[in-house]
Every structure is written in C-alpha cells, then in structure tokens.
C-alpha cells in the first residue's frame, strides 16, 4: 500500500502536502512493525537516562500536578502538565545519546516525536495503532523537512534534531489530537516559529535539553492551533522554514522527495545504537575494537592512532579533550582510547570518572581525525562514507580496518537478542527494581504495541514493574 497515494499531489504546495500527509497517511503494517522497533528502542533510553543528573535537575524545577490531571512520570509516582511531561522525557530520551539516527539528515527522529506522543494526550484514550501511526507520521515530516533542507543546516550550526524535531513532534501531536486540516496547518506553522538549537552545545547537558524542548514546543504548538491560534498558510516555502534554516540556499521542496513512498522508517530505515555515544564514532569504534580482539592488543601496544573520515564527518566531534562523560559523547580521541584500554564500550565508559582516568587521559593526544575526500553535502552520504582506523603500534608494525556499514544501520543492524539485552540494560539503569524476566516480558508485550486497544495500560505494567 502506498501511504501516500491519496493525499500528496503535484499540484499542491509543500505545505499542503505537508498538512494532507498527517491528517490522513496510513503506515502499513510493515512501517508500523519498524516503528514498534524503535520506540521500543527509545523508550529504553528514555528509561535509563531519566536517572541522569540532568534529568535530576530538571525534574526538580518541574511543578507536579495532581493524580489525574497531569501525565504520569515513568520513574516516579507523580505527574506533570503535558509540555513539562514532554520536556522530561525528551531530555532523558536523549542524554546518553544512546537514541536512533537517521543519517539522511544526521539527526536523531524518535526522541522528540515519541517523547510528544507519549505526553500530548491521555494514553488512557490512546490506542497502540494511533500512537504508532502518529510516531511513523511525525518521524517522517522530521526527516523530510531535513532532506529537503540539505546538510547546509547542519553545516550552519544548527541542532537538525531540535529544530527538525519540533515540526516533527508538533505532527504527532497534531495526528493524535485528531486536529483538522486548517489547525495542522497552524500547528506546523507555529512549530516552525519555535524551532532552535544549536550545535555549539553539543557535550553539554542543553544537547538533550533541546530535545525535551523540541517535543514540549511541538505539543505547544498543536494546542494554540486547536485554540485558534492561526499562522501563515505557508510557512514552509518562499522565504519561510526551508530557507530561513538553509541559511539562504533552497527555498521550495526538492522535486522527487515524496513523504511516505517509502516511509524513512523502511527505507532506509533508522540507525539503531549500539554504542552510547554520537554516531560518528560508531564506525571508529567498531574498527578499533575489531583491531583490537583480532591482534590480541591493548592500549599499551598502541603509540599512536590515526582515524580517517569522510568531510564533515567531524562536526560534531567538538571535544578531543574531554573533561566529562558529556563532553567524551563528542570525543573521537576518547571513544578510541577507551576501546583499546577497556576492550569494550559501553554506558560505563561514559561516567565522568570512566573519562577522567589518568590512562585514558594521557593518551588523548595520540589519537589523530583526519578529513579526507571530497566534500559531501547529504548526511545520507557522510554515513555511508568509510571510516578507516590505523593503529601503530609500540613495535613498528601498523594496523588497519576500515568500516563502510554503518553500525545498527539495516546493512548491520541489532539482532532482536541484542534489541533485548540493550532494553534490560536500560531499564536496569534507569529501573533498578525491575528484574530481567519482568523486562523481558514487557518487553514482548510492548511488541505487540499496535494491537492493543490502550498505550496506557502497558505503560502502567512498566510503573508498576
């Protein structure tokens, strides 16, 4: 079934396109089953980084509401107005930075969206198939907007997850509040007026923060248009989102890009971690730990490494001397040297004690990125780009491994045990009460997501648990 065959016409702007695709796309029954998969994924993350210091913080200037009227924690027998539910369970989604990413516009699109999904209406109203299909719907709108955009937003600075993700939260809000055509339309017209964030802090607890803002914003956006807060008819094309965000360099949708023929989520599908760090280190770290296990070598053997890279592929990569686990989520240095001391990488090696070792420390400085290639303007092609990892080592002798897929993509994805372990050790972190074979039957159950006939009722099995 083609999802978008009734409601996308050549004939249409890209914001009427824009508006007719969330009001009436229906994923299939495959798109849905990849979407199960991810929110699985996220909702994992989201669990274990709501114990994050800066999940902490914030909830501890979050004002809570009574029983009933408000969006019940997941960690926490309280609960919160809808936009402060949605701003904690973005950041926590995302401060481990353990969530899915989509390198067709280098962002991460579950986060933000399911973070709104789960706080914009009552889940008790909410059946398993809306909360999904409105998942698929804002995850598509996200990525899109980003492709027709192009990485010159990326490149200018901005956080593609945050300013993307407010549209794409705003959509699924919008989808699940039932909203008609026009009051979409406003929707996304207010969301693209409270779209920000900036790379510049990256490594830093406002990296998650802006995805808890993305998704509050885009429950905030739908709700002033079910108000009758009324937007431009346009705010996409001309001199609206597209080129205010490109920094000047497209003004209209890009003809071919279709939303929902295939879904993103199918094709190519979304990255799913395996290591909690940003995702241009995976292909680093999956050479260097290969290298490593195949020659029976650690650190010490090591004198000095040298990471090659596809342009751009460093932009993120903004602390090569990190001072804390934050900072070594952007550090290639780091990610390199603790895969070679420890031999593995996991949410430990992101503490800021795990980073602060004085043997990790001092071998910072013997790890070099270099950009190589031409310059690539789709993120689409930086993470199908090779990442290539040469050790020399303490004896003379060198050693190399280069990468091309791209770890958790469909050419080497999670196996569903490896999707398992990565839930338990999630919950575990986040949950501590909760025991293997209570996350795993939740797990189970939560696969069948689209079948049941109300979200809440599994999402209270996981408070209870």
Request: negative net charge; contains cysteine.
């Amino acid at each position: 079934m083609n999802a978008l065959a009734p409601v996308q016409s050549a004939a249409l702007s890209a914001d009427r396109n824009l508006v007719a695709f969330v009001c009436h796309a229906r994923p299939s029954e495959t798109t849905r089953h990849h979407a199960i998969s991810a929110i699985l994924d996220t909702l994992a993350v989201m669990v274990a980084g709501g114990g994050e210091p800066a999940a902490r913080r914030l909830r501890a200037v979050l004002t809570p509401v009574p029983d009933g009227q408000g969006v019940a924690s997941l960690w926490h027998a309280e609960a919160f107005r809808a936009e402060d539910a949605a701003l904690l369970f973005g950041l926590s989604s995302h401060v481990l930075d353990y969530d899915d990413v989509s390198m067709l516009t280098v962002c991460h699109p579950s986060a933000p969206v399911l973070s709104a999904a789960l706080a914009a209406v009552p889940l008790e109203a909410v059946s398993g198939a809306a909360l999904v299909d409105a998942f698929c719907i804002g995850t598509e709108v996200l990525i899109r907007l980003g492709q027709a955009m192009g990485f010159r937003h990326y490149a200018l600075g901005f956080h593609a997850t945050a300013t993307l993700g407010t549209l794409g939260a705003a959509a699924a809000a919008a989808r699940l509040m039932g909203l008609d055509a026009a009051r979409t339309g406003h929707a996304l017209a207010i969301a693209a007026s409270l779209s920000g964030g900036l790379r510049k802090n990256f490594g830093s607890m406002v990296k998650s923060l802006h995805v808890g803002i993305a998704a509050a914003n885009g429950i905030r956006a739908a709700r002033l248009a079910a108000a009758g807060i009324e937007g431009s008819d346009a705010p996409l094309e001309g001199e609206g989102f597209l080129h205010a965000f490109s920094g000047g360099e497209t003004d209209h949708w890009p003809d071919g890009l279709a939303l929902g023929a295939p879904f993103a989520l199918d094709e190519p599908g979304f990255e799913q971690k395996r290591y909690p760090c940003c995702y241009m280190l995976h292909k680093m770290i999956e050479a260097t730990l290969q290298l490593g296990r195949e020659a029976g070598i650690g650190l010490d053997e090591v004198a000095r490494v040298v990471v090659t890279m596809p342009r751009g592929g460093t932009k993120p990569l903004i602390h090569p001397f990190p001072r804390s686990g934050l900072n070594a989520l952007f550090s290639g240095p780091h990610a390199v040297v603790a895969a070679l001391h420890d031999g593995r990488i996991g949410l430990a090696s992101f503490t800021d004690a795990a980073v602060l070792r004085p043997a990790i420390q001092a071998r910072l400085t013997d790890v070099e990125l270099v950009e190589a290639g031409p310059e690539l303007s789709r993120g689409g092609d930086i993470g199908a780009a090779p990442v290539a990892v040469r050790l020399h080592l303490t004896s003379g002798a060198e050693l190399s491994r280069e990468v091309v897929a791209s770890p958790g993509s469909r050419q080497d994805p999670l196996t569903r045990p490896q999707l398992q372990d990565k839930w338990r050790d999630c919950l575990a972190r986040g949950l501590p009460g909760v025991g293997a074979d209570a996350a795993g039957q939740l797990f189970a159950e939560g696969e069948g997501l689209a079948a049941l006939p109300r979200v809440a009722t599994w999402l209270a099995g996981l408070r209870g648990a």
